[in-house]
């Protein structure tokens, strides 16, 4: 066999398996999920009829390689009022069908069947995924748990080597929470183009607010990429963008604009509506950036109150990644156990993360829900 997952083992894994048991005999409290439309997080219905209602009235599919002119104009005017503002003109961002598709465009664009990406190495499964489609390495730098999950400069200059073609940076990070808030020198001396995925720069949590890293960093070739998915609750409209500083727009954007062109993915309804979404969605992603606060206020409460954790409160996003630091050296036992004791959280190493012991849940998850399961989370601890 060969091609995509060739020999690769499907079978779900042990804590997969345990699971469906759990489910068919009984249920858990599930403190994974980062899916809004399962926790009570829905974007206004009557903003989504007004938001589509002129395209109803005058459909007409008239696409443009790089995206509507509306829904870029509104994008740029989103990053004019981050914090620092990243001034951008319309043909600075390219539309996509959500994050996924944008960093396989990139990949195409920056790197040849061979050459390699760094990736921090406590990352989301699907790049793996994405790299191996476009035959890849994604090759791991470190975070320094100890200095709040930043990253390790020295990692980065190592492992970066002739057929190195970008940097991936996520910030906030995911699970750990950790924000580039300021100027990398080692970035600088790489020299190399980055892709700064930022789909949870709306909710600042330890910081103030999420600096977009090409206003840090406007020397070098940045692709910012966000969607509508995490800011506005809206995965089931698949719509993404990449944001292009003027660095990576002069040197990139042409190729960018042709690769975009081959396959047209993003709804055109949909793009439609994004100038509507930004101009009144603006209060409902205040109001879940208050939910998320106050749970991870919650959340964190509680867990500090247990003995056999440390738990860093995350610079931003909704997940926390708290330290097992007595009793549990192994993740997957430690993760059966508490399924068994009705709750689910996911182990450090379904993110590539090895080192200690370590556990990832969601504070996305529905307020009296997260309270319940992180009760029965630090109480499943105190047991045998």
């Known amino acids: 066999m060969t091609g995509f997952l060739a020999g690769e083992d499907l079978t779900p894994n042990a804590i997969e398996q345990a699971r469906q048991r759990k489910a068919a005999t009984g249920g858990y409290i599930d403190l994974t999920s980062s899916n809004p439309t399962h926790q009570g997080v829905l974007f206004p219905c009557d903003t989504l009829q007004r938001a589509s209602a002129d395209y109803w009235a005058n459909r007409r599919?008239?696409?443009?390689?790089?995206?509507?002119?509306?829904?870029?104009?509104?994008?740029?005017?989103?990053?004019?009022?981050?914090?620092?503002?990243?001034?951008?003109?319309?043909?600075?961002?390219?539309?996509?069908?959500?994050?996924?598709?944008?960093?396989?465009?990139?990949?195409?664009?920056?790197?040849?069947?061979?050459?390699?990406?760094?990736?921090?190495?406590?990352?989301?499964?699907?790049?793996?995924?994405?790299?191996?489609?476009?035959?890849?390495?994604?090759?791991?730098?470190?975070?320094?748990?100890?200095?709040?999950?930043?990253?390790?400069?020295?990692?980065?200059?190592?492992?970066?080597?002739?057929?190195?073609?970008?940097?991936?940076?996520?910030?906030?990070?995911?699970?750990?929470?950790?924000?580039?808030?300021?100027?990398?020198?080692?970035?600088?001396?790489?020299?190399?183009?980055?892709?700064?995925?930022?789909?949870?720069?709306?909710?600042p949590y330890h910081v103030p607010s999420v600096p977009p890293v090409g206003a840090l960093h406007p020397e070098l070739p940045v692709f910012h990429l966000n969607g509508i998915s995490k800011m506005f609750a809206l995965p089931d409209l698949k719509l993404g963008w990449i944001a292009l500083n003027a660095a990576a727009h002069d040197r990139f954007g042409a190729r960018l604009e042709i690769l975009n062109d081959t396959f047209l993915s993003a709804s055109m309804l949909t793009q439609s509506m994004v100038p509507a979404i930004f101009e009144y969605g603006t209060a409902f992603t205040h109001t879940m950036h208050e939910r998320i606060k106050r749970s991870l206020d919650m959340a964190i409460e509680l867990l500090d109150g247990c003995a056999n954790l440390r738990v860093r409160p995350p610079d931003g996003g909704y997940y926390l990644f708290p330290e097992v630091v007595a009793g549990w050296k192994d993740e997957e036992a430690l993760v059966l156990h508490l399924l068994d004791h009705g709750v689910l959280v996911h182990p450090g190493y379904f993110y590539g993360y090895e080192q200690g012991t370590h556990l990832v849940l969601s504070c996305l998850t529905e307020p009296e829900q997260l309270h319940h399961g992180v009760k029965r989370l630090v109480a499943a601890l105190a047991l045998p």
Request: with cysteine; hydrophobic share 45%.
């Open 61 to 203: 599919y008239d696409p443009d390689p790089r995206g509507l002119q509306a829904a870029r104009l509104a994008i740029a005017q989103y990053y004019a009022g981050r914090t620092p503002a990243l001034q951008l003109d319309a043909d600075q961002v390219v539309i996509t069908a959500g994050t996924s598709e944008a960093y396989s465009l990139l990949f195409a664009l920056l790197t040849n069947p061979g050459d390699n990406v760094l990736a921090p190495s406590i990352s989301y499964p699907l790049f793996d995924y994405i790299a191996m489609m476009h035959h890849i390495e994604l090759r791991p730098y470190a975070l320094d748990e100890r200095r709040g999950w930043r990253i390790d400069p020295a990692s980065l200059r190592l492992q970066a080597d002739e057929r190195t073609r970008a940097v991936l940076i996520i910030s906030p990070h995911n699970p750990t929470g950790a924000v580039v808030s300021a100027r990398l020198p080692v970035l600088h001396a790489l020299g190399l183009p980055v892709i700064c995925d930022e789909v949870f720069a709306a909710f």
